[in-house]
């Protein structure tokens, strides 16, 4: 843009704070990065889960990948580990105050995504496909 002054389409929107967003977007792109991140907070976000349940309920994830995203995660403060010394000693896992603030996001996200897949479904429907 030639006026760094000059409103984007969105209103309230000024060019000169776009540095400052895409780098505040960028750090939590950082922080929720890679294909398991959102599912599991959004998991956590129905409740409290040991271990071998989000490993069964996340569809496709391997215990390996599950362990380093868990780990990751506590250790930027998303979710809470503790451990219950009953016997078998398990884990349990939950979202942190902090990480329950991205809710709110996780679920627009999934509104939008749910949008998003009936106007594929419908363009798909208004177009004939053809057949080579």
């Known amino acids: 843009m ?4 000059e409103k984007v389409p969105c209103e309230g929107r000024e060019y000169s704070n776009c540095g400052k967003h895409i780098a505040a977007v960028h750090d939590t792109m950082d922080v929720l990065n890679g294909k398991w ?5 959004s998991l956590l ?11 069964k ?3 496709g994830i391997s215990g390996k990948m599950l362990s380093r995203e868990l ?3 506590e250790m930027n403060l998303l979710i809470k580990r503790t451990v219950i010394s009953e016997q078998p000693i398990s ?4 979202l942190t105050d902090y990480c329950v603030d991205l809710l709110p996001v996780i679920d627009s ?14 363009q798909f429907k208004q177009e004939p496909v053809e057949v080579i």
């Open 2 to 5: 030639e006026n760094e002054t």
């Open 37 to 41: 991140k959102i599912t599991i907070i």
């Open 45 to 55: 976000g129905f409740g409290k889960r040991r271990y071998s349940e989000i490993l």
């Open 57 to 59: 309920e996340v569809t």
């Open 71 to 73: 780990k990751d995660m």
């Open 91 to 94: 884990v349990m896992y939950e």
């Open 109 to 122: 996200l999934a509104e939008w995504g749910k949008r998003h897949r009936q106007c594929i479904v419908e």
